[in-house]
């Protein structure tokens, strides 16, 4: 191979690491910036976004009903991620005190949480604020702040986060993370 066809090619494989990246470039033709075009290429309907913002009215009116069956078809499945991950410090604790393999996920997911639900004994509530919704064709993410009450008293508060995803038409919740904090006593 002559040298300048191999520079040649050693320099469209670096520019297109570079962009890779996310590195803007200047080329002797243009300054190309990664992901410059299909930036503004996401895929999303204000039908979708109200349909969506549903899923997260009727996520919080199946809690105060109680209504698990309402609550459960706004999950893609019963094997729905449903989860606040431990901090390192609770990771720690935990490996210290009884279980030397902990890795700060539970085991139980969504049905625990539904059936604590259905259960309790006190009204339950969770307060959405600061939701802001992204989607991107048939998938969306979710994020807001959130306080959990029950008896109308803050259990934890923190950040939760959807995925979801358009299945046969309907929008679901494909996955629930969320960090959680204890009130301020």
Same mark, same amino acid.
């Given at each position: 191979?002559?040298?300048?066809?191999?520079?040649?090619m050693?320099?469209?494989?670096?520019?297109?690491?570079?962009l890779?990246?996310?590195?803007t470039?200047?080329?002797?033709?243009?300054?190309?910036?990664?992901?410059?075009?299909?930036?503004?290429?996401r895929?999303?309907?204000?039908e979708?976004?109200?349909?969506?913002?549903?899923?997260?009215?009727?996520?919080?009116?199946?809690?105060i009903?109680?209504?698990?069956?309402?609550?459960?078809?706004?999950?893609?499945?019963?094997?729905t991620?449903?989860?606040?991950?431990? /901090?390192?410090e609770? @990771? $720690?604790?935990?490996?210290a005190?009884?279980?030397?393999?902990? =890795? +700060?996920?539970? %085991?139980?997911?969504?049905?625990?949480?539904?059936?604590?639900?259905?259960? /309790?004994?006190?009204? @339950? $509530?969770?307060?959405?604020?600061?939701?802001?919704?992204?989607? =991107? +064709?048939?998938? %969306?993410?979710?994020?807001?702040d959130?306080?959990?009450?029950?008896?109308?008293?803050?259990?934890?508060?923190?950040?939760?986060?959807?995925?979801?995803?358009?299945?046969?038409?309907k929008?679901?919740?494909?996955?629930?993370?969320?960090s959680?904090?204890?009130?301020?006593?």
């Open positions: 191979m002559e040298k300048t066809h191999m520079q040649g050693i320099k469209g494989t670096m520019l297109g690491l570079a890779l990246a996310g590195a470039v200047q080329t002797s033709a243009q300054t190309v910036t990664a992901l410059e075009s299909q930036a503004s290429t895929v999303s309907t204000p979708d976004i109200q349909a969506i913002t549903k899923v997260t009215d009727d996520f919080q009116s199946a809690l009903k109680k209504d698990v069956k309402l609550l459960s078809s706004l999950m893609f499945s019963s094997n991620l449903f989860n606040s991950p431990a /901090s390192d609770r @990771i $720690q604790s935990v490996r005190r009884y279980d030397v393999n902990f =890795d +700060g996920v539970g %085991a139980s997911g969504y049905p625990a949480f539904a059936e604590f639900i259905a259960k /309790s004994s006190k009204p @339950i $509530q969770e307060k959405f604020s600061n939701i802001k919704i992204t989607q =991107d +064709g048939h998938l %969306a993410w979710v994020i807001f959130y306080e959990f009450l029950a008896d109308n008293i803050v259990q934890n508060y923190g950040v939760e986060t959807w995925q979801m995803v358009k299945n046969a038409g929008w679901k919740i494909l996955s629930v993370v969320w959680s904090h204890l009130p301020k006593k």
